[in-house]
Structure formats: C-alpha cells, structure tokens
T-cell receptor, first 113, second 115 residues
Framework: QQQVKQSPQSLIVQKGGISIINCAYE??????FPWYQQFPGKGPALLIA?????SEKKEGRFTISFNKSAKQFSLHIMDSQPGDSATYFC????????????FGSGTRLQVQP | DADVTQTPRNRITKTGKRIMLECSQT?????MYWYRQDPGLGLRLIYY???????NKGEISDGYSVSRQAQAKFSLSLESAIPNQTALYFC??????????????FGPGTRLLVL
C-alpha cells in the first residue's frame, strides 16, 4: 500500500523555469512532510520540510505548498538551474512518537541549460 | 555524508548466498534505518532501530534480517539472496531531538547485484 503518491516520475525544465513536483498522502495522522534531494551516486539529503500548521514554507528558491484538506503538498523550484538536476523524494510521517518516514516514489528532474 | 559509512559499496553475489551489508555512523544518533531503492519505487523501508534493543520491521522485511551490534553499527543480512533483491541499499541515521523535526542522514549506498 503506497501511502505517499508522487508525480511526475520525471520532469524536464528549461533553465530559469519553475519545477513543480506533487505529492498526496493518505494517512491523516501524518503531520511532518520533508523533501529529500538525491544527486547521482549519493544518498538523499534533507532539502526542506513543512508541518501542517502553515500552508507554505520558503527557503531560497525552494518552496513547499501544503493543502491539508486535500492531503496534498508540492515542491516548487523557482528559477531552476542545471545544478538542481537530481531526484527528489517527498516523505511523510508523524512528528512525534514512534514513527518512520514513508517516502514517495521519486521524481527525476533534469534542468536543461 | 562521511559520518555514515556503508560497506561494501558494490557487491555481486549469486542466488542462494548469504551476504551482509554493514553500516557505521559517527553522528551519535540512536535511530538507524535500512532502505532499498528501486527505479520507480522510491525508497522503501526494510528495518529500523530506535536503539540497540529496539528493532522493528519496515514495509518490506521479508528475506532480510538485521543486527544492531552497538549504537554506531547496524548490519543488514540477506539470508539467501535472490535476483529480485538486486537494488541500491541505503543506511540512514536520525536524531529526533529539537523542535525542527526529524532529519535522516543517509550513507552513500551499496549497489547489490544478485545473479
């Protein structure tokens, strides 16, 4: 059972464009939603995270938008750069207690120069 | 992240062989995880450990076993390897202290091929 669904599977964006990756979750107990970035040959690394008490969180060119009623959240990369080319994973978990992250299936982003 | 190391980095084995993947961390974290990554399936949790005596099955634990030898070491074993266990395996650690939420730190991965 896939509790976090991620789309698209792959994405090609021109330099300077906006990259948008979407995720939907099923478990209403989830209250922590991080995004991880993975470069080829490396392990994933935390990029940005949000909790449902806010609808948006921005860090530099990266923004998470969160819609609690729709159980959806998305990553927006503004002014996309070739260095942003990587695989992006959304994830979800409970914020406290005994919990482990559930990851989405990943989106391979390619930013063309 | 050099604080989380995995050995070996690449391994080729044959069907039916028992193999062990090892993970060590110098971050002092209590929590450790094993994931496998397959194209189109993302990262799937195999086992996780909240401390040395607290080990839990993840989403896809069948065919795998783990050992938490110390706070810093968490090993994954494939008792009798099969070809569909061919994948990229990641170890991760986390520290849930603080109010900013859990951050998992991943090792560089072990690429396993089962023939």
């Amino acid at each position: 059972q896939q509790q976090v669904k991620q789309s698209p599977q792959s994405l090609i964006v021109q330099k300077g464009g906006i990259s948008i990756i979407n995720c939907a979750y099923e478990n209403t107990a989830f209250d922590y939603f991080p995004w991880y970035q993975q470069f080829p040959g490396k392990g994933p690394a935390l990029l940005i995270a949000i909790r449902p008490d806010v609808s948006e969180k921005k860090e530099g060119r990266f923004t998470i938008s969160f819609n609690k009623s729709a159980k959806q959240f998305s990553l927006h990369i503004m002014d996309s750069q070739p260095g942003d080319s990587a695989t992006y994973f959304c994830a979800a978990s409970r914020f406290t207690g005994r919990r482990a992250l559930t990851f989405g299936s990943g989106t391979r982003l390619q930013v063309q120069p | 992240d050099a604080d989380v190391t995995q050995t070996p980095r690449n391994r080729i084995t044959k069907t039916g062989k028992r193999i062990m993947l090892e993970c060590s961390q110098t971050k002092g974290h209590d929590r450790m995880y094993w994931y496998r990554q397959d194209p189109g399936l993302g990262l799937r949790l195999i086992y996780y450990s909240f401390d040395v005596k607290d080990i839990n099955k993840g989403e896809i634990s069948d065919g795998y076993s783990v050992s938490r030898q110390a706070q810093a070491k968490f090993s994954l074993s494939l008792e009798s390897a099969i070809p569909n266990q061919t994948a990229l395996y990641f170890c991760a650690t986390s520290d849930i202290r603080g109010a900013s939420g859990e951050t998992q730190y991943f090792g560089p991965g072990t690429r396993l091929l089962v023939l």
